[in-house]
């Protein structure tokens, strides 16, 4: 257990609708990263949020949106899904910015 | 962050040391190198990171070369457990860490 929760573990959807994914950081950790991993793609930074704000974003679809609570746990939003958003995602937490990320064990997407 | 090249994948025989080399040529003075590892699937794990010294803990030992331009990753006694995808990633402290396609490692019996 590396001490970032991650849930679901596992989630199945129809195509076109809408799904949040849910993040909790290690205690303690302020800041928190997303990745996509795809079969084809590899591991893709989408957004990253440190104490409550957005602090970095990468390839993040419009149609995705993120933020980090007070209490610091994130939700991933992932709307008018599509077949090729199926996908792992990763949630990770570090201290700061400048110490190494603690990743969950993801949240497999299944888009039908 | 500077680009690394690493071999797609690698064969190591169980019980021998596991010597995963990669190139960083355009690494730059602040640039620190990082190793992860990812086991089928799972989150990503981190194993090591140095900035020009060597760097040993439980998991594995980190070779810099003095002009910094290459590391190797050494595992130095490879278990069936140490199969997975093995990434190298330089990065300045503070950004955020970029995969590339990594090392796929098959350790075998």
């Known amino acids: 257990d590396s001490g970032v929760t991650q849930t679901p573990k596992h989630l199945i959807t129809a195509t076109g609708q809408r799904v949040t994914l849910r993040c909790s950081p290690r205690?303690?950790?302020?800041?928190v990263y997303w990745y996509q991993q795809s079969l084809d793609q590899g591991l893709q930074f989408l957004i990253q949020y440190y104490n409550g704000e957005e602090r970095a974003k990468g390839n993040i679809l419009e149609r995705f949106s993120a933020q980090q609570f007070p209490d610091l746990h994130s939700e991933l939003n992932l709307s008018s899904l599509e077949l090729g958003d199926s996908a792992l995602y990763f949630c990770?937490?570090?201290?700061?910015?400048?110490?190494?990320?603690?990743f969950g064990s993801g949240t497999r997407l299944t888009v039908v | 962050d500077a680009k690394t090249t690493q071999p797609t994948s690698m064969d190591c025989a169980e019980g021998r040391a596991a010597n995963l080399p990669c190139n960083h040529s355009?690494?730059?003075?602040?640039?620190?190198v990082y190793w992860y590892r990812q086991i089928h699937s799972q989150g990503p794990q981190y194993i090591i990171h140095g900035l020009k010294n060597n760097e040993t803990n439980e998991m594995a030992s980190l070779i810099i070369t003095e002009d910094r331009k290459s590391s190797t990753l050494i595992l130095p006694h490879a278990t069936l457990r140490d199969t997975a995808v093995y990434y190298c990633i330089v990065r300045v402290q503070g950004n955020m860490l970029t995969f590339g396609g990594g090392t796929r490692l098959m350790v075998k019996p």
């Open positions: 355009t690494i730059s003075g602040n640039e620190y």
């Open positions: 205690s303690g950790d302020l800041s």
């Open positions: 990770a937490s570090s201290r700061g910015i400048m110490d190494g990320y603690t």
